[in-house]
């Protein structure tokens, strides 16, 4: 059974940084697009960054390009969201999904459903 369960949030000071981790079990994440979500309060869900086949293909959101990086641990089983000079509109729930859709890992796959989902972890930039 596919599970994704994201750990790693919690309360960060504007322009610090903070790493997010989803630990995978039931597939391999390397026949799987991995991404990672977000949702502030009162908007919607947002793609923020992709990665499948190890490096083979990464996508990030315009708004977290150069601040954010995702990695996977393969030995782990376990993909990262490592979050750098954060903001406040970083504030969010965030989730990890899966997707067999090796082509979901792109500005179209963010708008399509992912067939798997964390519970979400909650980040909190202080002002």
């Known amino acids: 059974e596919v599970q994704l369960v994201e750990s790693g949030g919690g309360f960060v000071q504007d322009g610090g940084s903070l790493r997010l981790s989803c630990a995978a079990s039931?597939?391999?994440?390397?026949?799987?697009?991995i991404a990672w979500f977000r949702q502030a309060p009162g908007k919607e869900r947002e793609g923020v960054a992709c990665?499948?086949?190890?490096?083979?293909?990464?996508f990030y959101a315009d708004d977290v390009r150069g601040r954010f990086t995702i990695s996977v641990d393969r030995a782990k089983n376990t993909v990262y969201l490592q979050m750098y000079s954060v903001k406040p509109e970083d504030t969010a729930d965030y989730y990890c999904a899966a997707d067999v859709t090796r082509y979901y890992c792109s500005p179209y796959g963010f708008t399509q459903e992912y067939g798997y989902w964390g519970q979400g972890t909650q980040v909190t930039v202080s002002s």
């Open positions: 039931g597939f391999t994440l390397d026949d799987y697009v």
């Open positions: 990665i499948y086949n190890g490096d083979e293909t990464l």
